[in-house]
């Protein structure tokens, strides 16, 4: 058993000479592969083991246990929506990108109150605009699919 950097140290050594990846690891790897790499190669030739790997692997960094009482992160079951009001609206541009507004927080109820309704409005003739050009261009690639044939 060799490790997976010996693997992949024999498989570049052997793209790099020209011998295919099916060759080099074909019957005769090792030899094909140390043949291949040159002695004073950076390619470092180390057999690790297994269990060596599996050390290096296993210090993942994990998120603190949630406390199952705290009821200030919302949770979602499948189905249910989450509206982000605290963001405020999305605004839907003409080329159908979507941005935010950078001074939300800043506003005063009443600015946002309008803020709410203009933008509403704006994104609602917007995204119509949207579809019906969507829908135009649909009909004329089948236009276009059903001249060629």
Known sequence: LI?????????????????????AFGVGARATAAAAIPSDSSIPLQA????????????????????????????LKLGEKMKFEGMGPIIINADGSTRSIENWDEMTEKEKEVT????????????????????????????DSSKEL
Request: proline share 5%; no cysteine; charged share 25%.
């Open 3 to 23: 490790s997976i950097k010996t693997a992949v140290a024999f498989f570049i050594a052997a793209m790099s000479t020209g011998n295919s990846g099916a060759t």
């Open 48 to 75: 690790t083991s297994d269990n060596e790997e599996a050390k290096s692997e296993s210090v993942i960094p994990q998120l603190p246990a949630s406390d199952p009482n705290d009821n200030t992160v919302p949770t």
């Open 116 to 143: 709410w309704r203009r933008i509403s409005k704006r994104n609602n003739e917007r995204r119509a605009a949207l579809l019906e050009a969507q829908k135009l261009a649909e009909q004329e690639a089948s236009a």
